[in-house]
């Protein structure tokens, strides 16, 4: 049976690796979706094709943003499962012991 500081150890290392995942990430798509708006905004193209790419395209990085900033507060939240406080998700309901 593993030791619990050692595993404690391991559960912060993991969760300092992927939240420096995520901010990775975050910065590298907010780069990417700045350059694509700058290729957007200076484009002398009419064709309206390209700018419902380029707004699809937006859209699809922002909502993955959206979606993968949600693991944010999971890995800043020091004891998840040993505190009374449970994240408000929606299936948290049938997680909590009644």
Do not use: H
């Not at 909502?63 to 406080?85: A, G, H, T």
Request: positive net charge; glycine residues 4%.
């Amino acid at each position: 049976m593993p030791d619990n500081k050692d595993l404690l150890e391991k559960t912060q290392k993991f969760r300092m690796r992927q939240l420096t995942k995520v901010i990775f990430s975050n910065l590298a798509l907010l780069a990417t979706t700045a350059y694509i708006g700058v290729i957007g905004y200076r484009s002398v193209s009419d064709a309206l094709t390209e700018k419902i790419g380029l707004t699809l395209i937006l859209l699809a990085i922002l909502m993955f943003l959206c979606v993968y900033n949600q693991i944010i507060p999971l890995l800043l939240k020091v004891e998840y499962y040993l505190s009374s406080v449970w994240p408000k998700t929606p299936f948290s309901s049938l997680c909590q012991k009644k």
